[in-house]
């Protein structure tokens, strides 16, 4: 039985049950979202808050939170809450952005993943590990290296600083009616090619980035003891 805490749409829930036929369960507090996940067919949704959920303590084989965790007021007892419902020898897998990132330290208030409208918190890879191990979890291992989140991340944070804006293209892509403005369209075409010019760039702190141990978004597995 495996557990999504913040599933969106169910993607990785039904790619989880399409492999290997595990009972899957989901908590979206998104409605539309949820509805999708909900839609797939083999996915129990819940789209209460996760501290509602009614969800039973040492249920779960394999428990994930993926970028949602950082969207939880209270960071200490939601990770206790989400241990609980481990089996022992249960997997915890966790992905949140990494306010120690070299990518924060060079965009600072531009950077993408301080989304400040939506992140509540930002843990440091320590205060993660003392929280995971007064949990009773046995840390696996961690990655640093994310391209389809992080190569992204520092194309948008040097857009949101060049443009003085936070997620111009993101925006456009997002609410498509705005590129019937031929304005829209010459900026739309202008931060295209700037992408493309910013790429290498993007690339190149990817991996210096992992090298360095500073990924702009960081992966911990855990284990329950």
Sequence with gaps: AVLDIGC???ALLHKVHQ???ATVTGVEMDNVAARRARDRGCI????DSFEKAPLAECSFDAVSMIHSFEHIPQPATTLTKAISLLKSGGIFYIAIPNISSIQYSIFRKHWLHLDPEFHLHFVSRKQLLK??????L???KTRHFNPVQNIPGFILSAMNMF???RDVLFNMLRHKKKLRNPLNVLLF???MLFAAVLLPF???EECISCVAGRGATVDYVFEKE
């Design 163 to 165: 443009t003085g804006r």
């Design 202 to 204: 993007a690339i190149l």
């Design 44 to 47: 129990q949704v819940y789209s």
């Design 131 to 136: 929280l995971a191990s007064e949990a009773g």
């Design 189 to 191: 075409i202008f931060l």
């Design 19 to 21: 492999l290997s036929g």
């Design 138 to 140: 046995k840390h696996i």
């Design 8 to 10: 969106g749409n169910g």
